[in-house]
């Protein structure tokens, strides 16, 4: 069975402090995708890493996979209130025609004004 | 476009008691997904279509029955309902099952049963 552990599972931080949330398992994936999530709504996918060592940045967020391609990582700089939700890293296999992805329990981050 | 629509958004069943979850799409996506969510415990796949009239089990499918009549439509059934089935549901559809593929969440909805 293959599994994604995400750390930690929750996080309480003040505004303008920096975070990282880690998307680790001993399984290899074709890529990782990372959702967000907020009370009452479905997850929203914030962006796709395909090739080991890939790093990408949207605004504050970076988002990085591993050489090997069974971790990933999203650090957040200067959060901001804004920021509070559910992080998701799910993963998927090249090999699969069914779409299928595995996803970690999540991380939920509160930014306290 | 609507996205993917859910319904409804509440529900309180009481044992034994049989239901139906709504699921409909309007983005023309062949792959369908509906997954459960518990507290610390991320997204379990239920059910999964990857076309009309084509459905398959994922990682905890006891308790519950689907059906893919359309490309839009992907309800889920739960005949005998229990208080593990308390959770929040979610379907998903896609447009490609390519590994990098986004899906897209509907709203949810919350089920008790007591």
């Known amino acids: 069975t293959q599994l994604l552990e995400q750390s930690p599972q929750f996080l309480s931080i003040q505004e303008g402090e920096n975070l990282t949330v880690y998307c680790n398992s001993s399984s290899v994936f074709s890529s990782l995708q990372w959702y967000r999530q907020e009370p009452g709504e479905g997850p929203v996918l914030l962006v796709t890493v395909v090739t080991g060592g890939e790093v990408k940045k949207l605004k504050r967020l970076t988002f990085q996979f591993g050489d090997a391609r069974k971790d990933s990582s999203l650090h957040i700089t200067a959060a901001q209130p804004g920021d509070t939700g559910l992080y998701l890293c799910?993963?998927?296999?090249?090999?699969?025609?069914?779409?299928?992805?595995?996803f970690g329990q999540g991380t939920t981050l509160q930014v306290k004004p | 476009n609507a996205g993917v629509t859910q319904t409804p958004k509440f529900r309180i069943l009481k044992i034994g008691q049989s239901m139906t979850l709504q699921c409909t799409q309007d983005?023309?996506?062949?792959?369908m997904y509906w997954y459960r969510q518990d507290p610390g415990m991320g997204l379990k796949l239920i059910y999964y279509s990857v076309g009309a009239g084509i459905t398959d089990k994922g990682e905890v499918p006891n308790g519950y029955n689907v059906s893919r009549s359309t490309t839009e439509d992907f309800p889920l059934r739960l005949e005998l309902a229990a208080p593990s089935q308390t959770s929040v549901y979610f379907c998903?559809?896609?447009?490609?099952?390519?590994?990098?593929?986004?899906?897209?969440f509907g709203p949810g909805t919350r089920l008790t049963v007591l």
């Open positions: 983005m023309n996506h062949n792959y």
């Open positions: 998903a559809s896609s447009y490609s099952p390519l590994h990098d593929n986004e899906q897209f």
């Open positions: 799910a993963g998927a296999q090249r090999s699969s025609n069914t779409g299928k992805l595995i």
